[in-house]
């Protein structure tokens, strides 16, 4: 069964980092397009960053560019999301997206808390 799963969250003080991943079983990754996602609590899901299969191009919103940076490993079935320089306003699940053709899937999401 083709699944996502994210891990890597958890609780940062402002200015910290994260190294959030995406781990990819039942499926060949270098297929799929990556997107990263998140969801604060009383709020919509918004797209974050995603990553190309043509040329790995990426995309970021503007309320993360120049912080986080997002990376592939098709070789290890594996997705990532860097992030530097984390605010409060960063707090949320993430959410790792692979999309190949009419193919959607979701992972469960993992949470990242950034408070002092």
């Known amino acids: 069964q083709a699944q996502l799963v994210e891990s890597g969250g958890g609780t940062v003080q402002p200015g910290g980092s994260l190294r959030l991943s995406c781990a990819a079983s039942?499926?060949?990754?270098?297929?799929?397009?990556i997107g990263w996602f998140r969801q604060a609590p009383g709020k919509e899901r918004e797209g974050v960053s995603c990553i190309s299969v043509s040329d790995n191009s990426t995309y970021y919103s503007d309320s993360v560019k120049g912080r986080f940076t997002i990376s592939r490993d098709n070789a290890r079935n594996l997705a990532y999301l860097q992030m530097n320089s984390l605010k409060p306003e960063d707090s949320a699940t993430y959410y790792c997206?692979?999309?190949?053709?009419?193919?959607?899937?979701w992972g469960p999401g993992t949470q990242v808390f950034v408070s002092s």
């Open positions: 039942g499926l060949t990754l270098r297929w799929y397009s």
């Open positions: 997206n692979g999309q190949f053709y009419s193919r959607d899937l």
